[in-house]
């Protein structure tokens, strides 16, 4: 069975760095891609950041130049480093993961991806 856990939410100040973490097991291979997405209460979640297991990201326009995305295939691990975080950063920060080839690995679909983490709370103050 595919366990998706997230790590290493927390609280931050404004202009500040985080860091998540996301150990995707239960597969015997290496997930084809892995994603990030978030969600703030009464709103739609939306995506983040995705990577293929070639390393092709893609990331949403609101966090590009201050998200940085990475994994660690053998492990199935993800990563998501976050720079220059803003308030608007605030939200449950979910870990998804994909073993199908035959899906879009990108960030704007998350119907694309099966497995999902509990999700990790990020909260960015002034």
């Known amino acids: 069975q595919v366990q998706v856990v997230e790590s290493g939410g927390g609280s931050v100040q404004a202009g500040g760095s985080l860091s998540l973490a996301c150990t995707a097991s239960?597969?015997?291979?290496?997930?084809?891609?892995l994603g990030w997405f978030r969600q703030v209460p009464g709103k739609q979640r939306e995506g983040v950041a995705a990577?293929?297991?070639?390393?092709?990201?893609t990331y949403a326009d609101s966090v590009k130049g201050r998200f940085t995305v990475s994994r660690d295939t053998v492990a199935n691990t993800l990563y998501l480093q976050m720079n220059s975080l803003k308030s608007e950063d605030s939200a449950t920060y979910y870990c998804?993961?994909?073993?199908?080839?035959?899906?879009?690995?990108?960030?704007?679909?998350?119907?694309?991806?099966?497995?999902w983490g509990q999700g990790t709370q990020v909260t960015v103050f002034s």
């Open positions: 990577i293929t297991l070639g390393g092709t990201t």
């Open positions: 239960g597969y015997t291979a290496s997930f084809y891609c």
């Open positions: 998804a993961a994909e073993s199908s080839y035959s899906r879009l690995c990108v960030s704007s679909r998350e119907d694309q991806f099966t497995h």
